[in-house]
């Protein structure tokens, strides 16, 4: 588990008690901070996740290119040969 979930984690909590006081209190500024407060937590514990993916993707692609180095290398020049055809075929139209 990353910062960013934890810090997530954290400012959801902090805004759910914020809006449960703002909701007792009647006070609707605190309620809608509180809310807020659960909005972003909520975005920083996915931007989380998606870092965490991105992390193990990285270590499995590592772990491919370091068991199968020929195989790894056969496939990013089949990436590059595809990507510099697309991009050779579209810089010929006239705009």
Do not use: C, H
């Not at 006081?21 to 931007?47: C, H, L, P, T």
């Amino acid at each position: 588990m990353n910062t960013d979930k934890i810090e997530g984690m954290a400012r959801n909590v902090t805004g759910k008690a914020q809006e449960g006081i703002g909701d007792i209190a009647g006070d609707s500024r605190s309620q809608a901070e509180g809310m807020g407060r659960q909005v972003a937590g909520r975005a920083q514990e996915a931007y989380g996740d998606v870092k965490d993916g991105a992390q193990d993707a990285v270590r499995q692609v590592s772990s491919m290119v370091e068991q199968q180095p020929v195989l790894a290398l056969l496939a990013a020049g089949a990436i590059g040969f595809v990507l510099g055809s697309l991009m050779t075929s579209g810089s010929s139209r006239r705009w």
